[in-house]
């Protein structure tokens, strides 16, 4: 009876939900749509597609619908009916049909007349955001793109996929356009052991001048900047001083000033009942295995904030060792142990032991309270004759990892003069200084602090006393400095200080723009355009870091330049109900790269 009852009630759980999968693709061309929200209708049940369009739920056996959520995509609710399978094309949302955007070469059409999908960002939506990489600014706000921040460091890369990958062995980022001129978004690679994110170029991009960002996504859009566009198209347009309607004539001055504090918003929770060692054994003497496990850089040590009891000091007690190895204990006392912070006579060589307590708040207490100010100030003014805008940005951004910074200026001056009713003049050039005195380098390496901090690191470790003393010679290891541990780490704040990755970075972006009205539907124009900046980085690993005991010196200099030149006569003409739109002309591209690459082994000036 009891067996019966066991598999009667096994049978009752089983049969409560129900699994329903299937696949979200778009209904414009049948690609799969990743980040699809998918929910049973008036609870919290739910679940989101992977990267192939593909959800697995387990429904409830009493529900009823199944909501299909995605940004930029019309809500879809499904009656399940008894399905287990339910494949949708999701449709864009109609609303804004009748707006105008920007599409491929710089011209502008309305939505509704488009055989394509655009969508766009206005630049309030953008400023708003505050973002320090113009990238993050689009997180969310455009169906099938998705942006990834690399980390929370200064100067870390966007990576930008539209409707994910198309590619495994190549890059899947789109082509990046700034008023017609396309532009170099470069990015540093960054491996699972070594490298440093120096960022992706388009971040040089100042968020205040974009007046708006429209994405191309589909093919034929993207064929119209040839197989440099197979990913896709980002078409940003920056702001003018072009009359809007209701505005007056004249000059006007506008100052924007922004302020944001940063700090790490989660950390990995870690124990706090033993310190670093081995077998619950431990005696610091150098940090490099000449005491009792001080080489273990891993928290299998002795209990902390143990209080010595009278059988722990006794023969065959768990504190035995530590009175053989000539480190007496009290009881009712604090276990006292030598650490690398414990006063040292370098007459006798002896450590004095000083309480084994635990710092809960080591790793946090690394971290400071970051902050990013932007300050942009621009002068604008027009009639009819001509217009022009002008405006100097400055951000100025602290990291909440010591001694980690970033400052960007930029300079915009775009301008246009009507010089007959049929012939405007009118353009845009940008400079941009993008430079850092240290960027903390990532991954699995000792020139970046997280690996020794976030995965070893000791729990009895006073991270405030590292900070204090981190210039301090070593009094028994020669050539190597106040630290915790001597076999595998440098002390953190020695490695934010002087293992340091610098970059500058000038850039030039410029367009010039020749129009002509020949009649009201027919015209030609030229443009040319240039895209070019010389970067420096240098990486500096100093005498004396556990890795590179000799030091360690590296430069790159690279030079890259995009320019591009183009002619065409424009046709653009209503037949009552319909539209004919035609362009003829010729594009020439051109690029350059350059790179002188320094490399020291030793360095004779420690750092």
């Known amino acids: 009876i009891l067996i019966a009852l066991f598999a009667f009630f096994g049978f009752q759980l089983m049969a409560q939900t129900v699994t329903v999968s299937g696949t979200v693709t778009t209904a414009e061309d049948g690609s799969p749509l990743p980040g699809v929200a998918v929910v049973v209708k008036g609870t919290t049940v739910g679940t989101v597609t992977d990267l192939d369009g593909n959800y697995s739920l387990a429904v409830p056996a009493d529900a009823n619908v199944l909501q299909f959520m995605f940004v930029g ?26 707006e105008v955007v920007v599409t491929g070469l710089g011209t502008t059409r309305e939505k509704k007349a488009l055989g394509y999908s655009v969508q766009d960002v206005s630049g309030e939506d953008i400023e708003k955001a505050r973002e320090a990489n113009v990238v993050n600014s689009l997180q969310g ?16 890369g966007s990576r930008i996929v539209v409707r994910g990958m198309s590619t495994l062995s190549g890059a899947n980022q789109p082509l990046f356009v700034v008023d017609g001129v396309p532009v170099i978004n470069s990015t540093q690679s960054v491996g699972a052991y070594s490298g440093t994110d120096y960022g992706n170029a388009t971040m040089d991009l ?13 093919a034929n859009a993207a064929a119209l900047y040839g197989s440099r566009a197979v990913n896709g198209v980002v078409l940003i347009t920056t702001k003018s001083g072009k009359l809007k309607p209701g505005a007056r004539k004249g000059l006007g001055i506008t100052f924007e000033t ?13 124990q706090d009942k033993y310190g670093q060692g081995y077998d619950k ?11 009792i496990n001080d080489g273990i850089d891993e928290s299998w040590g002795p209990r902390l904030d143990y209080i010595v009891q009278a059988e722990d000091i006794a023969p065959g007690g768990k504190l035995e060792w530590a009175v053989d190895a ?6 009712g006392q604090v276990l006292t142990l030598p650490q690398f912070d414990s006063p040292y006579d370098p007459v006798t060589g002896v450590r004095t032991p000083t309480p084994w307590i635990s710092h809960p708040d080591n790793v946090k207490n690394i971290f400071e309270t970051g902050l990013t100010a932007t300050n942009t100030l621009t002068l604008q003014g027009a009639d009819e004759k001509g217009d022009f805008r002008l405006s100097l940005g400055d951000q100025n951004v602290k990291g909440f990892v010591p001694n980690t910074d970033l400052r960007k200026t930029n300079i915009t001056l775009a301008a246009g003069y009507n010089v007959t009713n049929r012939f405007r003049a009118y353009g845009t050039v940008t400079y941009i200084n993008n430079r850092s005195d240290n960027i ?19 729990r009895q470790v006073d991270t405030q006393v590292l900070k204090e003393r981190w210039e301090e010679p070593d009094p028994i290891n020669p050539g190597r400095y106040f630290n915790w541990n001597h076999s595998y780490h440098d002390n953190p704040y020695w490695t934010l200080n002087k293992n340091t990755n610098s970059r500058i970075r000038n850039r030039v972006i410029g367009n010039i723009n020749l129009k002509y009205d020949i009649t009201n539907y027919l015209s030609v124009d030229a443009m040319a355009g240039i895209d070019t900046y010389s970067q420096e980085i240098k990486e500096v690993r100093a005498k004396g870091s556990n890795d590179w005991p000799q030091g360690r010196f590296s430069a790159y200099l690279s030079t890259r330049s995009q320019t591009i030149a183009r002619a065409r006569l424009n046709f653009n003409k209503d037949f009552g109900d319909f539209s004919v739109v035609g362009v003829l002309g010729g594009e020439y ?12 082994s030793e360095l004779i000036i420690p750092d």
């Open 73 to 98: 995509m019309e809500t879809q609710e499904i009656d399940l009916a008894g399905q287990s399978t339910i494949d949708i094309e999701m449709v864009q949302d109609v609303l804004g049909l009748e």
């Open 141 to 156: 706000k455009m169906a099938g793109v998705q942006i990834t921040n690399s980390s929370g460091n200064v100067s870390a």
């Open 206 to 218: 100042n968020p205040s001048d974009i007046e708006s960002i429209s994405i191309l996504k589909g």
């Open 258 to 270: 922004n302020w944001q504090w940063s700090n790490p918003l989660k950390l990995p929770s870690y």
């Open 281 to 291: 054994e431990f005696a610091y003497e150098d940090g490099d295995w000449g005491g």
């Open 326 to 331: 000539g480190y007496p204990q009290t009881v």
């Open 440 to 458: 903390m380098s990532s991954g699995y390496t000792s020139a970046g602090i997280l690996q020794s901090v976030s995965q070893w690191f000791g």
């Open 589 to 600: 591209n051109g690029y350059r790269y350059h790179t002188d690459n320094t490399y020291v």
